[in-house]
């Protein structure tokens, strides 16, 4: 059975920072890309950051030079690191494990239930 956990929400006043971590089980993780999605109230869910099963990132341009994605495939987790954080950042932040084919087989992307980061003053 997949399972994503978000964990290290909470919080925080504007320029302060938060590590959020994801761990994963049930999955095949090392293969696959690892993405964390914003939801704002009142909006959509929307891409901040993804990191390949090499290590290779990408961020929404928002975001650029305060977060930072990491992923140990070990420990099957992936991190997200954001300082300098903005009232805008707020939402609940859901981590995603990208579909993958393997062996012949096909596996969907998977969601974790979400948590909450709110940065107010």
């Known amino acids: 059975q997949v399972q994503l956990v978000e964990s290290g929400g909470g919080l925080v006043q504007p320029g302060e920072s938060l590590r959020l971590s994801c761990a994963a089980s049930?999955?095949?993780?090392?293969?696959?890309?690892m993405s964390w999605y914003r939801q704002a109230p009142g909006k959509e869910r929307v891409l901040v950051t993804s990191?390949?099963?090499?290590?290779?990132?990408t961020y929404d341009d928002s975001v650029k030079g305060r977060f930072t994605i990491s992923r140990d495939n070990a420990e099957k987790a992936v991190y997200l690191q954001m300082n300098s954080l903005k009232p805008e950042d707020t939402g609940i932040y859901y981590c995603?494990?990208?579909?993958?084919?393997?062996?012949?087989?096909?596996?969907?992307?998977?969601w974790g239930q979400g948590t909450q980061v709110t940065v107010s003053s």
């Open positions: 995603n494990a990208g579909a993958l084919w393997y062996s012949g087989r096909y596996y969907s992307d998977s």
């Open positions: 049930g999955i095949i993780f090392s293969m696959r890309s």
């Open positions: 990191i390949t099963g090499s290590g290779r990132t």
